[in-house]
């Protein structure tokens, strides 16, 4: 049994759907789970909407049902099997950007999640046109996670116990469900984290014992950088899973970072391949052990450094750092890097602003808080001579550090804002 990924570039048009299907045919030797992610950049527009709550919406709504309903029409030509669906999706986003919420956090998983629904209900119908046995499965009946809207995490026993129940299912049908999403014990809707649709791959995989699970891709593989920003960047045959853990650690958006540890775990191998050439190897990654790998080089943008110092010299403790890393828990917030001296910690994170304002209020009260926004972080992990001294020597340095094996360096990239509280 086998589980495949489909991302949003591999769903963005009719024929990206139909090239899907070929994919599909050509792998129904055995029973097959396919996960698929929202259509090409419906996960930006729906989030559009969440900014338009208490505004007119209906606008931008239309325009997001009239992308989903022009693909319908060119795969099913005369004929809409979905028109029913697509108003009911309109209908739950249009009741959901109304009622209240107690969070954004919520509001944003009860509307974000409906392009994973309306994407697979597209795929699972055009299967079955062409004579494929598909079966369509709701995510969130399967996947059950905690509270914590937009970063949930997954009740792995509770599960465990529910994905079971496809393994019947799947010695007589492709099941298509859904990436990104799953649901509390209240049957509300969570998501599992922006791109997240790997990790819910991972999930169904761990829990069925898969064979093997596959993210089709618009890159050959895993490379060894962005190739829009490094056009010589190479790609890897196959990686361990402690190296492409520690890819993901430090930003490099080929895979979700959640998705390595079930996987791992069970020691089932992933591969990552190209949804455009599908003769490409690809990369596979798996238990191995690679000697003198190339240096891997991933930028990360969009970082804010936030430097807190104490305010009457003294020497920063267990007990400071302590209190900065529980307001950085309670916000779900990540540190990219961190650095330290007698009097001042400083670290690096996405600037996720409502989240990192917030953050920089509090640790106001208690710190002299200092902090920079536009910043790039660059990891140059496996490092040889040639990239570390390349990477050391960047203009606009606002921090660095190395290791044996690691370089980290933190540049100015885009207009900033400074400020200190």
Same mark, same amino acid.
């Given at each position: 049994?086998?589980?495949?990924?489909?991302?949003g570039?591999?769903?963005?048009n009719?024929?990206?759907?139909?090239?899907?299907?070929?994919?599909?045919?050509?792998y129904?030797?055995q029973?097959?789970?396919? &996960?698929?992610?929202?259509?090409?950049?419906?996960?930006n527009?729906?989030?559009?909407l969440?900014?338009l709550?208490?505004?007119?919406?209906?606008?931008?709504l239309?325009?997001i049902?009239?992308?989903?309903?022009?693909?319908?029409e060119e795969?099913?030509?005369d004929?809409n099997p979905?028109?029913?669906?697509?108003?009911?999706?309109?209908? #739950?986003?249009a009741?959901?950007?109304?009622k209240?919420? !107690?969070? !954004?956090e919520e509001l944003?998983?009860?509307? &974000?999640s409906?392009g994973?629904?309306i994407?697979?209900? @597209?795929v699972?119908?055009y299967l079955k046109?062409?004579g494929l046995?598909s079966?369509?499965?709701?995510?969130?009946?399967?996947?059950?996670t905690?509270a914590?809207?937009?970063?949930? @995490?997954v009740?792995?026993?509770?599960s465990?116990?529910?994905?079971?129940?496809l393994?019947?299912v799947?010695?007589?049908?492709?099941?298509? !469900?859904?990436g990104?999403?799953?649901?509390?014990?209240?049957?509300l809707?969570t998501?599992l984290?922006r791109?997240?649709?790997?990790?819910?791959?991972?999930?169904?995989?761990?829990c069925?014992?898969?064979?093997?699970?596959?993210?089709?891709?618009d890159?050959?593989g895993?490379m060894?950088a962005?190739?829009?920003?490094?056009?010589?960047? #190479?790609?890897?045959d196959?990686l361990?899973?402690?190296?492409?853990?520690?890819?993901?650690?430090?930003?490099?958006s080929?895979?979700?970072?959640?998705?390595?540890?079930?996987?791992?775990n069970r020691n089932?191998p992933?591969?990552?391949k190209?949804?455009?050439?599908?003769?490409?190897?690809? +990369?596979?990654?798996?238990? %191995?052990?690679i000697?003198?790998?190339?240096?891997?080089?991933?930028?990360k943008d969009?970082? %804010?450094?936030i430097? %807190?110092?104490v305010?009457?010299?003294?020497?920063?403790?267990?007990?400071?750092?302590?209190i900065?890393?529980?307001?950085l828990?309670?916000?779900?917030l990540?540190v990219?890097?961190?650095?330290?001296?007698? #009097?001042?910690?400083?670290?690096?994170?996405?600037?996720?602003?409502?989240k990192?304002?917030a953050?920089i209020?509090?640790?106001?009260?208690?710190?002299?808080?200092y902090?920079? !926004?536009?910043?790039?972080? #660059? +990891?140059?992990k496996n490092?040889?001579t040639?990239?570390?001294n390349?990477?050391k020597n960047?203009?606009?340095?606002v921090?660095?550090?190395?290791?044996?094996s +690691?370089?980290? &360096?933190?540049?100015?990239s885009?207009?900033?804002?400074?400020?200190?509280?």
């Amino acid at each position: 049994m086998r589980v495949f990924k489909f991302g949003g570039a591999s769903v963005r048009n009719a024929d990206s759907i139909k090239k899907v299907a070929t994919i599909i045919k050509s792998y129904t030797d055995q029973p097959l789970l396919i &996960v698929v992610s929202a259509m090409g950049k419906t996960t930006n527009a729906l989030e559009g909407l969440i900014n338009l709550k208490g505004h007119d919406y209906e606008n931008e709504l239309d325009q997001i049902l009239t992308f989903h309903s022009t693909i319908i029409e060119e795969l099913f030509e005369d004929v809409n099997p979905l028109a029913a669906e697509l108003q009911s999706i309109r209908s #739950i986003i249009a009741e959901q950007l109304r009622k209240s919420h !107690t969070s !954004t956090e919520e509001l944003y998983d009860q509307v &974000v999640s409906q392009g994973e629904i309306i994407s697979t209900l @597209i795929v699972s119908a055009y299967l079955k046109k062409i004579g494929l046995p598909s079966i369509w499965k709701d995510a969130r009946e399967y996947i059950s996670t905690d509270a914590s809207f937009c970063e949930a @995490i997954v009740d792995w026993p509770q599960s465990n116990s529910q994905i079971q129940s496809l393994i019947e299912v799947l010695n007589k049908n492709i099941v298509i !469900t859904q990436g990104f999403i799953g649901a509390n014990k209240n049957g509300l809707t969570t998501t599992l984290g922006r791109e997240g649709s790997d990790f819910s791959a991972a999930i169904f995989a761990s829990c069925l014992s898969a064979e093997s699970v596959t993210i089709w891709k618009d890159v050959p593989g895993v490379m060894s950088a962005d190739p829009k920003r490094l056009p010589t960047a #190479i790609t890897f045959d196959e990686l361990p899973f402690r190296e492409a853990a520690e890819m993901t650690y430090y930003g490099a958006s080929v895979i979700h970072p959640k998705t390595i540890k079930p996987l791992a775990n069970r020691n089932i191998p992933l591969f990552v391949k190209s949804f455009d050439n599908t003769n490409l190897a690809g +990369t596979r990654i798996h238990e %191995c052990k690679i000697d003198h790998l190339p240096p891997l080089i991933v930028f990360k943008d969009n970082q %804010c450094l936030i430097s %807190c110092q104490v305010t009457d010299y003294t020497f920063i403790d267990e007990s400071q750092i302590g209190i900065i890393f529980n307001a950085l828990s309670a916000r779900s917030l990540k540190v990219n890097m961190i650095q330290n001296s007698a #009097i001042s910690f400083s670290f690096c994170l996405d600037f996720k602003e409502e989240k990192v304002l917030a953050l920089i209020e509090e640790l106001g009260k208690i710190f002299e808080v200092y902090y920079n !926004t536009g910043l790039t972080l #660059i +990891t140059i992990k496996n490092y040889d001579t040639d990239s570390f001294n390349k990477y050391k020597n960047q203009t606009n340095v606002v921090l660095e550090q190395s290791s044996r094996s +690691t370089l980290q &360096v933190l540049i100015k990239s885009n207009p900033s804002i400074a400020g200190e509280l």
